[in-house]
């Protein structure tokens, strides 16, 4: 039943989202198919609104609950078909693929972005700004407004070729972005077991845990981010790299890195790799830098076929524009400037926050590293999967959908601690994006009172019950292929 259960979860996920005024989606004529209705009286919208809260996380406690039963079911029973996984895959995806953006409204961001190339403005030197005012600007975050894109000239180019087929129609343009992060997903479905089966995994457990994933199809697909078509290239070039397949993952790693930088760690753990069978270190040296040269090379080729330059490399500190106490350099440089103020030295919070933003990134590149020169004992896919969420953790921001970049490798390898750490994060970055707290109270009391009881309690119910009981892959050998269905 844990397929059907989890259908149900995505579908009140859709159905919170659509409701009027909900604040994980966009409400505009232009922004979706449904869900943007004619203003109903204030005492309706509200009501509406904080149901449309609950049944979202509903929904996102139910896909969870889901997620957790099939993970250990499928750990339980090694080996378990593909074709019951593919299908909850399947049920769980079209009510996302269906559902208005959501968390985010970064891909009318893309759309806005891929506008400007249309009209020959290069977006690595001017913002969804340049466009003027219209459908396609109105839609964009102010906060991105006026900031040139962090993204690759793949991804620039790819966005003008959507924006076009959708005859520079908005909603048709999010369609098509959307069309991109199903691709990126789909890459992973393949991709994730693959890697497993290189290193002796059992790849319906890595399927599982890492493409099965709420975060990712909720966030990924879901906000239709291209961090799905970054991350799906990157997975296929690792599976492809434990193959043998080394230029075809080299190209793939510099595909993804056109779409976002970080994918470009992936070439230097391509490169080590490649140089497994190398006793000395100079020559292992030589092959990850002539890894690291080759892909550059790709990308210098890219670049340059797609006219829009390097320009994009000065944008990479957009998402830093972001300050908020959750990220930990930001917090770190807010802390010290609050010190610094204490004693007299005022003023100088943005010094601080860049200071510790780029030490802590400098400490993520050192993490890196090691895990690299020592990835014959941690594990090659574990290592990357730990270079991903260091650069994440202590990057300038920490959305949750970057937790993605981490999270699908560590799949592949998850056993007891990191596999308990891998469902708990995921848990609670599902749960992180929370509007403000006066719409979590915004009914009657008896309603609020009703809805969040009954909500925290079956989720207390589940914890107590079967998540605190987490045993070894050989407890509760309970499950089949045909009850992960629900068929």
């Known amino acids: 039943m844990s397929g059907a259960t989890g259908a149900v979860g995505a579908l009140l996920v859709l159905l919170g989202g659509a409701q009027q005024g909900s604040p994980f989606t966009v409400k505009a004529t232009s922004a979706w198919f449904f869900g943007n209705g004619p203003k109903a009286s204030i005492s309706i919208a509200a009501t509406t609104r904080f149901l449309g809260i609950v049944l979202v996380y509903l929904g996102i406690a139910l896909m969870l609950g889901a997620w957790y039963e099939v993970v250990r079911t499928v750990r339980a029973r090694p080996g378990t078909p593909a074709k019951p996984l593919v299908m909850i895959l399947v049920a769980w995806g079209v009510p996302v693929f269906l559902m208005a953006p959501m968390f985010s409204r970064d891909v009318y961001s893309y759309a806005a972005q891929g506008q400007?190339?249309?009209?020959?403005?290069?977006?690595?030197?001017?913002?969804?700004?340049?466009?003027?005012r219209g459908p396609f600007l109105n839609l964009v975050d102010p906060l991105w407004r006026h900031s040139p894109a962090p993204?690759?000239?793949?991804?620039?180019?790819?966005?003008?070729?959507?924006?076009?087929?959708?005859?520079?129609?908005?909603?048709?343009?999010?369609?098509?972005?959307?069309?991109?992060?199903?691709?990126?997903?789909?890459?992973?479905?393949?991709?994730?077991?693959?890697?497993?089966?290189?290193?002796?995994?059992d790849g319906s457990v890595a399927f599982a845990l890492g493409v099965l994933n709420p975060l990712v199809l909720l966030d990924l697909l879901g906000g239709a981010h291209n961090d799905a078509l970054m991350l799906g290239l990157l997975v296929t070039a690792c599976a492809l790299a434990r193959k043998r397949h080394i230029l075809a993952g080299l190209t793939l790693c510099a595909l993804a890195a056109e779409v976002k930088m970080p994918a470009l760690i992936g070439a230097a753990f391509i490169g080590w790799w490649w140089a497994e069978t190398e006793a000395s270190w100079p020559r292992r040296l030589v092959k990850v830098a002539s890894a690291l040269l080759l892909t550059a090379g790709?990308?210098?080729?890219?670049?340059?076929?797609?006219?829009?330059?390097?320009?994009?490399?000065?944008?990479?500190?957009?998402?830093?524009?972001?300050?908020?106490?959750?990220?930990?350099?930001?917090?770190?440089?807010?802390?010290?400037?609050?010190?610094a103020s204490a004693l007299g030295y005022a003023g100088h919070s943005v010094a601080f926050v860049h200071s510790a933003r780029a030490v802590s990134l400098g400490i993520a590149a050192v993490i890196s590293v090691c895990l690299l020169v020592r990835s014959r004992g941690v594990g090659g896919i574990e290592a990357i999967g730990w270079s991903l969420l260091?650069?994440?953790?202590?990057?300038?921001?920490?959305?949750?959908?970057?937790?993605?970049?981490?999270?699908?490798?560590?799949?592949v390898?998850?056993?007891?601690?990191?596999?308990?750490?891998?469902?708990?994060?995921?848990?609670?970055?599902?749960f992180a994006d929370v509007p403000s707290p006066g719409l979590l109270i915004a009914a009657t009391p008896i309603l609020v009172a009703i809805c969040w009881a009954g909500l925290v309690g079956l989720v207390g119910l589940f914890v107590v019950t079967r998540v605190a009981p987490l045993k070894s892959p050989r407890v509760e050998a309970r499950g089949t292929a045909r009850q992960l269905t629900g068929a």
């Open 116 to 132: 400007l190339v249309t009209r020959g403005i290069n977006p690595y030197l001017h913002g969804p700004i340049a466009l003027g």
């Open 151 to 201: 993204y690759g000239p793949a991804w620039e180019r790819l966005s003008e070729w959507i924006v076009k087929l959708s005859g520079h129609d908005v909603l048709g343009s999010v369609i098509g972005f959307r069309i991109v992060a199903l691709v990126g997903v789909i890459l992973l479905a393949w991709a994730v077991p693959a890697l497993a089966r290189s290193i002796g995994r």
């Open 298 to 339: 790709l990308m210098a080729a890219i670049s340059a076929f797609s006219a829009l330059g390097w320009g994009w490399t000065s944008g990479l500190s957009n998402p830093g524009s972001v300050v908020s106490w959750l990220d930990p350099a930001t917090a770190v440089g807010l802390a010290l400037a609050h010190a």
């Open 390 to 411: 260091a650069f994440v953790i202590l990057g300038p921001v920490v959305w949750p959908w970057y937790e993605t970049w981490g999270f699908v490798f560590l799949a």
């Open 413 to 430: 390898v998850a056993e007891r601690w990191t596999l308990r750490l891998l469902l708990i994060l995921s848990a609670l970055a599902c």
